[in-house]
């Protein structure tokens, strides 16, 4: 995690002289707060990954002489598959389609994005995957 929030950092300085340059040189103001907006998005996952690495164990990526095998092991825990996104997807759809035919489709899409957003929240809580 040491060298990522590293190379983060140093994309961030990158990103900010370029920012600082283009805006400078074009004097265009929609790619130069794009710039500066990718330099704070730049920053914080550097910090981030930064602050966390000083938290955590020494992994096999910050080891120069490691193996491959090192890194081996238990990665952490992945959800199982859900439905749930597949309807708040057909809710937003909905939703943004009430933008273009009608406010009022946006009644028919709230309920699905809201059931859509309960079930998944509350996914671990019932079910096959209930903890015990």
Not at 12 to 17: A, D, H, K
Not at 60 to 79: T, W
Not at 106 to 111: N, V
Request: a negative charge.
């Amino acid at each position: 995690m040491k060298v990522q929030g590293k190379m983060f950092i140093w994309l961030s300085l990158f990103v900010l002289i370029m920012a600082a340059v283009y805006g400078a040189w074009s004097k265009e103001p929609a790619g130069t707060t794009a710039l500066f907006l990718a330099f704070g998005l730049c920053i914080m996952v550097g910090y981030y990954l930064a602050f966390t690495a000083r938290r955590v164990d020494t992994g096999a990526q910050d080891n120069k002489e490691a193996e491959v095998s090192d890194d081996s092991g238990e990665v952490g825990f992945f959800s199982p598959h859900s439905w749930q996104p597949l309807s708040l997807a057909v809710g937003g759809a909905l939703a943004f389609m009430g933008v273009v035919f009608g406010w009022w489709l946006l009644y028919f899409s709230a309920p699905v994005i809201l059931f859509g957003l309960w079930g998944w929240v509350f996914e671990y809580y019932r079910g096959e995957n209930q903890n015990q």
